[in-house]
């Protein structure tokens, strides 16, 4: 099946500080990729389309100068999360479709973020 | 708008027995997909199965099979002969027109020896 990967796994850092989390597809180009927040014993929620040579978009709710996202290749996607609070540690989680309009999603290993 | 609604937080099996997770969803269109993904204790999402709405057949992957039942939106997954490395958090998903997917709040799956 087709991989994705993310980096780094796990990150702590001090309150104030910003992390970049990075998405790439191995295997694949993916013009598309998908930002998931789950936080402990909840489900994924999405948080922002990254759209590969455009703007991405955000759910409602999301603060997008907080949680930067760039699509710079079709193979890489990032996400930076500015000025980090204690609020926002959780697992991020990455996917992306093998192929445009496919809907089986291949999903990164995911990132630990914890806020002090 | 597109819900995907899990109504059992929690479930246990026997190992070797058979385990039926419940999912029911809502939607109003006619051709489309629904999954299943596992997320064991390494929070590793994968996919278990997945259905197409137009197949009149149940998916079935191995152990792992699927009753879909399309007039009652109801998609529940069934996991025979359960061996402990099942025990995990159980998704039903459902696809967004623009791609993402949408998930159930989950199952969490625990075998007992």
């Known amino acids: 099946g087709a991989v994705v990967s993310q980096h780094p796994s796990w990150v702590i850092c001090k309150s104030g500080t910003s992390v970049k989390i990075e998405c790439r597809s191995l295997d694949f180009q993916a013009t598309t990729m998908f930002w998931y927040r789950q936080f402990p014993k909840q489900s994924l929620m999405l948080m922002a389309t990254?759209?590969?040579?455009?703007?991405?978009?955000?759910e409602q709710g999301v603060e997008k100068d907080k949680f930067l996202i760039n699509h710079a290749s079709l193979t890489l996607s990032t996400l930076t999360v500015t000025s980090a609070h204690p609020e926002d540690s959780s697992f991020y989680i990455c996917s992306a479709p093998r192929r445009q309009g496919q809907e089986t999603q291949y999903f990164g290993p995911g990132t630990r973020l914890l806020v002090l | 708008a597109q819900t995907v609604t899990q109504s059992q937080p929690e479930m246990s099996v026997q190992e070797a027995e058979t385990v039926t997770l419940s999912c029911t969803y809502d939607t109003s269109e006619s051709d489309y997909y629904l999954f299943w993904y596992k997320q064991p204790p390494s929070r590793q999402m994968i996919l278990v199965i997945r259905q197409e709405a137009y197949k009149q057949q149940n998916a079935t992957e191995n152990r792992f099979s699927v009753n879909f039942q399309k007039a009652a939106k109801s998609f529940s997954l069934k996991i025979s002969d359960s061996q402990l490395g099942d025990a995990a958090m159980y998704f039903c998903a459902y696809p967004r027109s623009q791609g993402n997917l949408i998930f159930g709040k989950g199952t969490k799956l625990s075998v007992k020896p």
């Open positions: 990254s759209n590969e040579g455009s703007k991405a978009t955000y």
